[in-house]
C-alpha cells in the first residue's frame, strides 16, 4: 500500500486546473477536508465538492448539503457514480468552474478512502479500465502520471488523491480506514453503532435482524449469531463484529445518515471558529 501524503495532494492540485473532493453523502462534513480545500486554493486552482452516494440519501438532504456547501463558496454537486446519476451536471459544472473559453480542462478526483474516487474516475472515463476495490487498505497511487479523455474538453487524471487518514480511532474509521489497520476497533464500531441507532432507529434489525439496542450488546449478538467464539474459553469476538460493523459502514450496508441541521447548530455555535474539520 502506498501511503497517502499531504505532498502528493500537493503535486497532484499543481497538476490540474480542478480538484473534485468527494465526500461520502451520509457523513459530508465528517469525509471533508478543509485543509485540502486551503491547499487548492493557495495554489490558485478550482474545487468543486461532490457528494457521492447520493443514492443512500434523500434528495431534500442532498439540496440542503448543496446549499450549505454553496454559502460557504464552493460549488457543488451530488451524483450516485454507483448508479451513474448526475454525472453529466459534474461534467457542465467542471466546464464552468474551470473558465477556460474552450480550452482542455484538466481535473484530478480527491478524498478520504472509500468515498468511491476510483467510481468516479470510471464512470467519467465510461469504461471499466480501473479497479474499483469494496474493502479499505489497497489504495495504490501510479507514478506515472495518466490521463483520461472524459470528454472533448476534459481530461482526468487516471489515479486519485487519497487523504492521509488522521485523527482518533472513530474519525478514521468514519473516513475508510481499514478496520485491520485501527489499534481498538471495538470503540469505533460502537460509536458507529450508536451514530446509526441515533440516525436511523430500525437500522440494526434490518441490518443484523437484532433487536438490541445497546451497541457492546449488538456486537455480542453480531457473535451469537455467527458462532464466532473463541476456542478456548468461548468467550464472543468482539474484535470480529467490531471489524464487521466498521466494513459494513465502508460497504454502505449499514446505512443512515448525519442531518444538515446539526452541522448548521455546531456552526453556529462555533462561528469564531474554522467550521468543519480542519485535518
Ligand atoms: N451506494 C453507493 N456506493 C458507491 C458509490 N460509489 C462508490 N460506491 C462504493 O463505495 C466503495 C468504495 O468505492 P471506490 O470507488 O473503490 O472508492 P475509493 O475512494 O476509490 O477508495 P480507495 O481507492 O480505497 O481510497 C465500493 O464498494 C463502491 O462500490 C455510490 O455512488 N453509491
Ligand atoms: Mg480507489
Not at 505532498?7 to 492540485?13: A, G, K, S
Not at 478526483?109 to 472509500?114: A, L, N, R
Not at 490521463?147 to 487524471?157: C, F, G, P
Request: net charge positive; hydrophobic share 35%.
Amino acid at each position: 500500500m502506498i501511503l497517502a501524503s499531504w505532498r502528493t495532494i500537493r503535486r497532484v492540485t499543481r497538476l490540474v486546473d480542478v480538484v473534485l473532493e468527494v465526500l461520502d453523502a451520509r457523513d459530508p462534513v465528517g469525509t471533508r477536508s478543509r485543509k485540502l480545500e486551503r491547499i487548492v486554493e493557495r495554489e490558485g486552482k478550482k474545487l468543486i465538492i461532490v457528494i457521492n452516494k447520493a443514492d443512500l440519501v434523500p434528495r431534500e438532504i442532498l439540496e440542503k448539503w448543496k446549499r450549505i456547501f454553496e454559502s460557504e463558496g464552493y460549488p457543488t454537486v451530488y451524483i450516485s457514480a454507483r448508479d451513474r446519476l448526475g454525472t453529466s451536471i459534474l461534467r457542465k459544472t467542471i466546464l464552468k468552474i474551470a473558465d477556460k473559453k474552450g480550452d482542455i480542462v484538466k481535473v484530478a478526483v480527491v478524498g478520504f478512502p472509500k468515498v468511491g474516487k476510483s467510481t468516479i474516475i470510471n464512470v467519467l472515463k465510461g469504461k471499466h479500465s480501473a479497479s474499483t476495490s469494496p474493502i479499505p487498505g489497497s489504495p495504490g497511487y501510479t507514478k506515472s502520471t495518466q490521463w483520461y479523455r472524459v470528454d472533448k474538453k476534459i481530461l482526468i487524471l487516471d489515479t486519485p488523491g487519497i487523504l492521509p487518514v488522521k485523527g482518533d480511532d472513530i474519525e478514521a474509521a468514519i473516513r475508510g480506514k481499514a478496520p485491520d489497520e485501527l489499534k481498538d476497533p471495538v470503540k469505533p464500531a460502537i460509536e458507529l453503532l450508536k451514530r446509526a441507532l441515533k440516525y436511523n432507529p430500525n437500522v440494526i434489525r434490518e441490518t443484523y435482524g437484532i433487536s438490541e439496542t445497546d451497541p457492546y450488546k449488538i456486537l455480542v449478538k453480531i457473535c451469537e449469531k455467527r458462532h464466532w467464539y473463541y476456542k478456548k474459553d468461548r468467550e464472543p469476538l468482539i474484535e470480529e463484529a467490531a471489524k464487521m460493523v466498521i466494513r459494513d459502514w465502508h460497504r454502505a450496508k449499514l446505512v443512515f445518515y448525519i442531518r444538515p441541521e446539526e452541522y448548521l447548530k455546531s456552526r453556529e455555535s462555533s462561528n469564531s471558529k474554522p467550521v468543519g474539520n480542519s485535518k
